[in-house]
């Protein structure tokens, strides 16, 4: 049944591209970041965002809406890197195993370009932030609530095949996503939807806490501060951020404590050492060739020659 729901929403979505390429860049997010064909057994491995692309590029040629591309220093520095990228691509160790990632990148970098060019008015950003907050906040109300019922005892992760599928990833996504719930609550009227994103904010940041990343636990610390500095209200802001933080932290289980206790102490943790030396190694190949390595470095050859470890 869910097979048949999604596919009629898509053919929806690619049939009012065609006039309207802005719906298309909301299909296309939807798609991407949501991955809600993932969770279906006949789309699963369906092109269903190419098939979106695929729309928006006809609708850009049929179309009466508005499209052009602003010329900023944002839009440059992005038009500039992408073409860095591909300079570099030659270049790579491997250029046969960055070309996979460089043809992602370069998807995505173009539909960014794309977006830029459609999305004109405050109703189009609305739309795409509603969008974006339905899409992971799918994962944080299923993953609060999992964490809740679970008491904190078992990861939560993301859907299989996509870029948020890992524990880490998904937290990060978690963690970004709650200032732009924070942004709806501020600009909607209904007092529901206040008290809904209320809950959805406490449970996607459960979720990001179930996750069990500690760099998940650095990220929300440094995410709640930044909402704290900006709040016109800093004293009620301040109290609810400090008692939901600590009840958050009193819920989850000693394994999860535990877990996060080891961030002072990371020169002893395996996780982390690896990281840094990862980091090291980057930096080396980084000073050794003006071109870089290219998107596929981490191997044990490139470890061996750049690696301190």
């Known amino acids: 049944m869910r097979d048949v729901v999604l596919a009629i929403a898509i053919i929806y979505c690619l049939v009012r591209t065609l006039p309207h390429p802005w719906i298309g860049i909301m299909g296309w997010t939807w798609l991407s970041v949501m991955n809600p064909h993932k969770q279906t057994w006949r789309l699963a491995s369906m092109p269903v ?7 928006i590029a006809i609708g850009l040629v049929v179309t009466r809406d508005k499209r052009s591309l602003p010329v900023s220093r944002e839009t440059v520095t992005l038009f500039l890197f992408m073409l860095w990228m591909s300079i570099t691509l030659p270049f790579s160790f491997d250029t046969d195993a960055s070309m996979d990632m460089w043809s ?3 998807k995505i970098d173009l539909m960014v370009l794309v977006a830029l060019a459609v999305l004109h008015t405050r ?13 992971i906040g799918f994962y944080g109300f299923k993953g609060g609530l999992f964490t809740i019922v679970n008491g904190g005892n078992y990861k ?32 909607v009227d209904s007092r529901r939807l206040k008290h809904g994103l209320t809950v959805l904010m406490v449970l996607t940041a459960a ?8 760099g998940a636990l650095l990220a ?12 016109e209200r800093k004293g009620a802001m301040g109290a609810v951020l400090i008692v939901l933080g600590i009840g958050l932290v009193a819920f ?10 080891t961030i002072g102490e990371y020169k002893d943790d395996a996780s982390a050492a690896g990281r840094i030396n990862a980091w090291w190694m980057a930096w080396n190949v980084a000073r050794d060739r003006f071109f870089g390595g290219g998107f596929e470095i981490y191997n044990n050859v490139m470890f061996a020659q750049y690696a301190p470890d």
């Open 104 to 106: 992602k990148v370069m």
């Open 156 to 187: 939560v992760w993301g859907p299989d095949g996509t870029f948020i599928s890992g524990n880490n990833e998904l937290a990060l996504a978690l963690v970004m996503v709650i200032p732009l719930m924070r942004f709806l609550q501020l600009n």
């Open 49 to 55: 965002a190419a098939a979106m692309a695929i729309a």
């Open 252 to 261: 989850m289980p000693d394994a999860w404590t535990s877990r996060m206790n």
């Open 220 to 231: 929300i610390a440094a995410m709640a501060l930044v909402m704290w500095w900006h709040s």
């Open 123 to 135: 109703h189009h950003i609305m739309v795409l932030v509603w969008v974006l907050v339905g899409s």
């Open 207 to 214: 979720a990001a806490f179930g996750s069990h990343s500690r």
